[in-house]
């Protein structure tokens, strides 16, 4: 849906011509780098440097005409009747709008501030909120990333289909997703999920469940390329699962997750020939229960492509509880991030994220291993590469500089603003990454396991709205391999 998205902004920019309205307005004070909003936040500088309380007589919300308050208030760092330092109110005010922001709920949060009636202030915060429903076709690349694809581009390597997806049906920003697919992965994928089960507002709940049929079908790594079986009449792969998982958020920033899941697998026998070592104890055909639990703290600015302050999370993943007959299933798996955004001086950001994972267990095995090469866990230069191997760790840094702060447009020839609004930003960056992969079953066949890597580069960010980051990135690694790479998410 990225790509389709990605898509209709670079269309609708191009025919939108002499319609473009530019928004002009100069940024609010300590608004952030980021944001330049249309309406100006109005308050006394008083507010700013007094330490007397204020009194929050109102809130106002204007433009959630789907969203119910009480998810926007859950958000809020102060409600009405509050009083709070006039010190802090400007800093409570814009952590509560980059809240909103993060709940993927709307494009745009403004706030205006009535204070005519200092220290009594009348708060307004005006959305427009994003479309919520979206059913378009799936045209999915069955590689690890793009630049697999582009080395030997293929439209055979393409999965089609449609995906289903609506969000906030009821105001409650819940989503329901539902997928079908076709090409050398036939599946259907259901997603039920509200983040909000009980009256506090701290329990969400989700289901999953989902099949998948596979005409082809990674067999093992070699040379660090991945070695496919592909069957022309029958299914190399034949993939079920159903899970629950529960969100436990007590306070805004800190997440607890918690997930249940049955999973069933059936591979062709081949699968084995060519590898002994695929499955689990060497067998085609087996099932499983899981249990995992995530920590997350999350005081990142804006989620999609940060700029200012931090994200944490733990968690470990237990697969095989010998609750099934023959489950012949042993791996527990830990995995941690720490992402850091700072902000040094008007336009100049650096950012560094660490990444690690641990997994053991009697029955390791090419079916559960993932190292690097895959989105996030990369290093820069070797998105050419699959290194497999069931433990890392990725040390990523990042230095940048805003070249086009970010703009507001209006598409005059589209009455809605949630597609007439359109928001971008460019930034220039350069980069340097390392990272160490240990492989202990496949090592002798893929040089790049158990050896240091390291990769540095300049490139080029394009973030717009709905989420979407366009990277392109020139790249050289520590073995001497250069090249020009594209990407479609925040380098950290």
Do not use: C
């Not at 898509?7 to 780098?33: C, D, N, R, W, Y």
């Not at 998948?212 to 079986?229: G, K, V």
């Not at 022309?232 to 306070?251: K, M, Q, S």
């Not at 099934?324 to 720490?338: A, I, P, R």
């Amino acid at each position: 849906m990225t790509l389709i998205k990605t898509i209709i902004f670079l269309v609708l920019l191009t025919l939108a011509g002499s319609g473009l309205k530019a928004q002009t307005e100069g940024p609010a004070e300590e608004q952030p780098p980021w944001f330049k909003p249309r309406m100006q936040l109005v308050a006394a500088d008083t507010i700013y440097a007094s330490h007397v309380d204020v009194y929050i007589r109102e809130i106002i919300l204007e433009g959630n005409n789907l969203t119910r308050d009480r998810i926007i208030h859950r958000e809020l760092l102060f409600q009405t009747g509050d009083s709070l330092p006039a010190n802090k109110f400007n800093r409570r005010l814009e952590a509560g709008r980059l809240n909103l922001m993060n709940t993927a709920l709307f494009n745009f949060v403004e706030t205006a501030v009535d204070h005519a009636d200092f220290p009594e202030l009348v708060v307004t915060y005006s959305f427009v909120e994003r479309w919520n429903i979206w059913p378009v076709p799936v045209f999915e690349l069955n590689e690890p990333n793009l630049n697999q694809w582009l080395e030997d581009p293929s439209f055979s390597k393409f999965n089609y289909g449609i995906r289903a997806v609506a969000t906030n049906l009821t105001g409650r920003n819940e989503r329901i997703q539902l997928q079908a697919k076709m090409g050398n992965v036939q599946s259907f994928n259901l997603l039920l999920y509200t983040p909000y089960i009980n009256k506090g507002q701290t329990i969400g709940l989700g289901i999953r469940y989902g099949m998948n049929r596979t005409r082809e079908r990674a067999y093992a790594t070699i040379n660090n390329e991945r070695q496919f079986l592909k069957l022309d009449n029958g299914y190399v792969a034949n993939e079920y699962f159903a899970a629950a998982h529960t969100n436990i958020r007590p306070e805004l920033y800190n997440n607890h997750r918690f997930a249940l899941g049955y999973h069933y697998y059936q591979y062709s026998d081949t699968l084995l020939t060519l590898n002994p070592r695929f499955g689990p104890g060497g067998k085609s055909e087996f099932s499983f229960f899981s249990a995992s639990y995530e920590f997350s703290r999350d005081r990142r600015n804006i989620i999609a492509y940060p700029l200012d302050g931090y994200y944490f999370k733990v968690g470990i993943e237990r697969k095989g509880f010998g609750l099934l007959k023959d489950e012949n299933m042993d791996v527990t798996s830990l995995e941690g991030e720490v992402q850091h955004y700072i902000g040094l001086a008007p336009r100049w950001y650096t950012a560094w994220s660490a990444k690690a994972k641990w997994s053991e267990g009697s029955t390791l095995s090419y079916f559960d291993q993932e190292g690097l090469g895959y989105l996030h866990s990369l290093v820069r230069g070797y998105e050419s590469y699959i290194i497999d191997g069931h433990r890392y760790f990725v040390l990523k840094s990042n230095l940048k500089y805003e070249l086009i702060p970010q703009q507001v447009i209006q598409l005059g020839f589209i009455s809605s603003e949630k597609f007439s609004l359109i928001h971008y930003a460019l930034y220039a960056n350069v980069f340097l990454d390392a990272g160490f992969l240990k492989d202990k079953l496949f090592s002798e066949n893929n040089p790049l396991s158990n050896e240091w890597l390291g990769g540095a580069g300049l490139g080029i960010d394009l973030v717009t709205y709905y989420d979407n980051v366009l990277r392109t990135e020139i790249t050289m690694n520590r073995h001497g391999n250069a090249g020009v790479f594209f990407h479609m998410v925040a380098p950290i």
